[in-house]
């Protein structure tokens, strides 16, 4: 059974730092990337990050320059390092993956709140 959990989401100050984690079981984690999208309250969900197997990485303008994703292959885990949060990082943030059958598999989101 195909398992991703986040967690690490907190309320901090603007300015300040925070480090999501994304635990994963039930699939080969070596083989696949793995993304971080977010949601704020009325908005559509939107991406943020990815880093592919080979640990290349990629980010939305919003978090380039900010937030540092990477992966942990011995606890099939990926991580989210935030930095300068702002306001508008305000979210809840959920990590996926897409299985080899093209489906996508979404972990139920951590809360993210940024006050100014």
């Known amino acids: 059974q195909v398992r991703l959990m986040e967690s690490g989401g907190a309320l901090v100050q603007s300015g300040g730092s925070l480090t999501l984690s994304c635990t994963t079981s039930?699939?080969?984690?070596?083989?696949?990337?793995i993304a971080w999208f977010r949601q704020a309250s009325g908005k559509e969900r939107e991406g943020v990050s990815c880093i592919m197997k080979d640990s290349a990485t990629y980010y939305a303008d919003a978090a380039e320059g900010r937030f540092t994703v990477s992966r942990e292959q011995s606890r099939s885990a990926v991580y989210l390092q935030m930095n300068s949060l702002r306001p508008e990082d305000t979210a809840t943030y959920y990590c996926?993956?897409?299985?080899?059958?093209?489906?996508?598999?979404w972990g139920q989101g951590t809360q993210v709140n940024v006050s100014s």
């Open positions: 039930g699939f080969t984690f070596a083989d696949y990337a």
């Open positions: 996926h993956y897409t299985g080899p059958d093209d489906w996508p598999y």
